[in-house]
């Protein structure tokens, strides 16, 4: 049987500015990955989203992103390796004294953003960010992009690792997404979106924005909770994997 996680970036509301609609998409993921105050969220937004997910008995993950709540993290930053080290675990811990209070063990760790971007092209960034999680805690599962650096350097520092891809992304023919500001970055069609995620899922192909075919693979699906649709495309999508026999599961069942 095919399994894969579902995840979603919450928590990113910001005192007053809310973003998202967190409590309508929680129930149809496996995973959450919470922002942890660098790029959004504060700490009030932090504790009610671990609430949250832990009532819906989703798995909670850590979002740590540059610190950039002015351009929400897509910004690109010039750091160091130490500097996305310290980052990194100075995230990370915020977010655990919510999991802690709560009772409920962070599963994984997924970077934000430009942090994220950064981190899939940069083996030496993403080495630090791993140093950063393998010293705070050596069972934590990190995400990132399929194919990326990131990945790389986990599965090196002996860190367990989930691939991901986007349901709404369109990607290079290196497997990297493609940037935001250029034309058919966003897939909006919903029909071709899903069905990419299937193919992602079950054949380990995706469609290249040039029309050729690429290698990937699934172990978790973002779907983004900030849009209009978001809540439908997520239960559609979920959905359709169920019809196609694929089993939703977090991911410490799937890696």
Request: net charge negative; with cysteine.
């Amino acid at each position: 049987m095919y399994k894969v996680d579902l995840n979603s970036d919450l928590g990113e509301s910001f005192g007053r500015f809310v973003v998202g609609l967190d409590e309508k998409v929680i129930p149809y993921i496996s995973s959450a990955n919470v922002a942890c105050g660098y790029h959004a969220s504060d700490p009030v937004v932090m504790e009610k989203t671990v609430k949250t997910a832990k009532e819906q008995n989703v798995r909670v993950g850590a979002h740590p992103g540059f610190p950039d709540l002015m351009g929400f993290g897509r910004r690109n930053m010039d750091i160091t390796p130490a500097e996305a080290k310290a980052y990194t675990l100075y995230q990370i811990s915020a977010l655990s004294g919510f999991c802690k209070a709560q009772g409920v063990k962070m599963q994984h760790v997924k970077p934000h953003g430009a942090f994220y971007n950064t981190a899939a092209r940069d083996y030496e960034l993403s080495k630090a960010i791993c140093e950063a999680i393998y010293a705070f805690d050596p069972n934590l599962i990190v995400m990132g992009l399929s194919g990326g650096e990131l990945v790389r350097a986990a599965k090196d520092m002996g860190l367990r690792t989930a691939l991901e891809v986007f349901a709404d992304r369109a990607y290079e023919e290196d497997g990297s997404l493609v940037n935001r500001r250029k034309e058919g970055a966003m897939i909006t069609d919903e029909t071709q979106a899903i069905a990419r995620v299937v193919r992602m899922v079950k054949e380990g192909k995706v469609t290249a924005i040039t029309g050729k075919d690429i290698e990937i693979k699934a172990d978790s699906i973002c779907v983004h909770g900030d849009g209009e649709k978001a809540v439908a495309f997520v239960e559609k999508i979920r959905e359709a994997l169920q019809k196609e026999g694929v089993q939703i599961c977090s991911l410490d069942e799937i890696v």
